[in-house]
């Protein structure tokens, strides 16, 4: 079995209260394949009434998965664990279609969004509140912990998986149902995902899903409903505010991971070489499409050229092409547009004063290609280091001081993830402390980790995915004051 075999073609539709169904109106959407534009297969396009349906499933199992036993839902995310990772070459080959990325890098990401079925495996079964004697004696304080009930997903194109998993494998954990609209773009992989947690047994109606290329339709319909207790969202700012004003007139429960704008800070004391090889997975880690990549390169003077020419022949002796082709190393982006918007940025920052060390031209023929590009002396108000730039392009600006640093890093509207290469202990410790970032990440080019709390501030959203803090966005707390006499 590989790729598309995946996914039969009874499955490339909605999942509604346990039934795989077409559209009430029967539409259909096309899934291209970005490293030629061609049509891989068409899926359900739901309409806002579908997904009105989809909610009204998940409200109507609601009530029975909260009553389940942990161990029960901490079995079913196992087994989706265990099918997940024995499956891991079709999923991979399936993602690689849809979105671009090569094989190798789809099974980066399968390992990634397994691991969080596994963890909240495990969580599941540690959900607890607490008891206490009231700081003045006599009265208990007890809590209580209880799902925050139905839920919806919005999850966007980069990583088809691990933005469902990250959040589905809470929200089984704690007893949600839930609604999940994938990006119309890569709609494949969440189908085949669900396809395999139902095969797992999870109980019909706990997870639904509605493609549609009537985003906007669909969300205002799901998220005005008072039936509806919790939005999480992955994807851009703009979008976002758009969610987060929607969700005020219900008051819904609000998780959004959104946009970043990565600084990636080497000092002069930095290994230059371990720079560098981090600055490649910072850098090159699903070919630039990915809110945790390295934006913009922030080096001291002193070591700026060394790290420009070691950056630029890595960068330039990288094999672009299909993702599913070996020998491989960067896929197409996702569209037309994302190829345009990437070279708009690049020819702006030359506009600007940057000099380009390799790549920067877009090459003839199908499919939405962009080379891996260094460009050095470029403007530090230059678009490309304002705007996420979301390609493989590596900004080289330079610094003189660490305060310089500092506040360079922290000059931008996001707050996702940043980076920093020195071999100073007091310098890691005060520039950890400075960084306006929810995450940060010494002398490594890769921080995101199922266990640790992913998440932003400022333009990069709230609250955390994965890790402990994960469930709470997932559980309500209820306090029970027990008189002692
Ligand atoms: P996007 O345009 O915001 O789309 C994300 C999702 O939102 C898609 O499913 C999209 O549907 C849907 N959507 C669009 N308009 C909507 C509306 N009015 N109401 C409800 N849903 C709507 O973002 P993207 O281009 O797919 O993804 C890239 C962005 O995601 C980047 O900014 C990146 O940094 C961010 N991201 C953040 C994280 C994180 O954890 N912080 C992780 C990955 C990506 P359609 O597909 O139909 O447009």
């Given at each position: 079995m590989t790729g598309l075999d995946l996914l039969p073609p009874d499955r490339r539709q909605l999942l509604i209260g346990g039934s795989w169904q077409e559209a009430a109106g029967g539409e259909r959407f096309d899934v291209v394949d970005p490293a030629d534009g061609s049509v891989l297969t068409t899926v359900a396009d739901a309409s806002a009434g579908d997904a009105m349906d989809a909610l009204d499933a998940a409200v109507a199992a609601q009530a029975d998965w909260a009553g389940t036993a942990p161990r029960e839902r901490s079995e079913i995310l196992r087994r989706a664990f265990e099918r997940l990772t024995a499956q891991a070459d079709d999923f991979a080959e399936l993602m690689s279609l849809e979105m671009g990325k090569t094989v190798a890098e789809a099974k980066g990401e399968l390992t990634y969004g397994a691991e969080f079925f596994r963890w909240y495996a495990e969580e599941a079964v540690r959900i607890h509140g607490r008891w206490m004697q009231a700081p003045a004696g006599g009265s208990r304080l007890l809590t209580i912990k209880k799902p925050v009930g139905p839920c919806f997903f919005v999850t966007p194109w980069n990583f088809p998986l691990a933005m469902g998993t990250r959040k589905i494998g809470p929200a089984i954990a704690a007893g949600c149902t839930m609604v999940i609209k994938p990006a119309a773009q890569t709609p494949l992989t969440m189908l085949a995902l669900a396809g395999l947690l139902a095969d797992v047994g999870l109980p019909d109606g706990v997870l639904n899903i509605v493609t549609t290329t009537a985003a906007g339709e669909v969300g205002e319909a799901v998220m005005s409903d008072d039936r509806l207790r919790k939005v999480s969202f992955t994807g851009s700012t703009g979008v976002g505010r758009v969610l987060v004003r929607q969700s005020a007139d219900q008051l819904l429960r609000v998780s959004m991971e959104l946009g970043g704008n990565a600084p990636f800070v080497v000092f002069e004391d930095a290994d230059v070489?371990?720079?560098?090889?981090?600055?490649?997975?910072?850098?090159?880690?699903?070919?630039?499409?990915?809110?945790?990549?390295?934006?913009?390169?922030?080096?001291h003077a002193s070591v700026a050229s060394e790290f420009a020419e070691k950056l630029g022949a890595r960068m330039g002796a990288l094999t672009v092409g299909r993702g599913q082709d070996e020998g491989v190393d960067v896929g197409p982006l996702i569209d037309e547009k994302a190829v345009e918007s990437v070279s708009q940025l690049v020819t702006d920052a030359i506009h600007d004063g940057a000099t380009v060390v390799t790549g920067g031209t877009v090459s003839e023929g199908p499919g939405y290609f962009y080379p891996p590009t260094v460009l050095v002396d470029v403007h530090p108000e230059s678009a490309i280091n304002v705007e996420e730039i979301f390609g493989p392009v590596a900004p080289i600006t330079t610094f003189e001081s660490e305060d310089e640093a500092i506040r360079r890093a922290n000059d931008t509207d996001y707050g996702l993830a940043s980076y920093v290469y020195t071999r100073d202990l007091a310098r890691t410790i005060r520039v950890a402390e400075s960084l306006d970032f929810g995450m940060v990440g010494i002398n490594t080019g890769l921080i995101s980790n199922p266990a640790a709390p992913f998440g932003g501030m400022k333009a990069s959203g709230f609250g955390r995915e994965g890790g402990f803090e994960g469930i709470e966005e997932y559980l309500e707390t209820t306090y029970v004051a027990l008189p002692a006499d």
């Open positions: 070489d371990a720079a560098v090889d981090g600055a490649m997975i910072a850098k090159m880690r699903n070919m630039g499409e990915a809110c945790t990549s390295a934006n913009r390169f922030l080096v």
